[in-house]
């Protein structure tokens, strides 16, 4: 299966060193963060820690409905915040029925 676009800038943000994978990495930025990415199958906890840091650092958060794992090349995380601002951009421009802002709150 061929990747999409915004797991192709995913791999662009892993090899710069732009993105921070986990719950204890994320806690630790102070700012900088323009998108935070979670895994649709994320337990509930993770998912109310991906509303908060949407909300701690103004940005939009985005949903993986299958293969963030796989995405991130990381097994077990679930979320992840994207720190560099034109790709944050391009992920926002080409969202797909897999990559989605949430239609509502969790």
């Known amino acids: 299966m061929a990747r999409s676009k915004v797991e192709s800038y995913i791999g662009f943000l892993r090899k710069s060193g732009k993105i ?3 719950s204890g990495a994320i806690s630790t930025l102070r ?8 895994d649709g199958a994320a337990a509930k906890n993770t998912q109310k820690l991906a509303l908060k840091y949407k909300n701690r650092f103004s940005c939009p958060l985005v949903v993986c409905e299958s293969g963030f ?7 077990g995380c679930k979320i992840a915040a994207v720190r560099d601002k034109n790709l944050s951009g391009a ?3 080409n969202l797909d029925e897999n990559y989605h802002l949430p239609e509502a709150v969790f």
Not at 31 to 38: D, E, R, T
Not at 69 to 75: G, I, L, Q, S, W
Request: proline letters at 5%; a negative charge.
């Open 20 to 22: 921070t994978l986990g």
């Open 31 to 38: 700012g900088g963060v323009y998108i935070i990415i979670v």
């Open 69 to 75: 794992e796989d995405a991130v090349n990381k097994p």
């Open 91 to 93: 992920i926002l421009d």
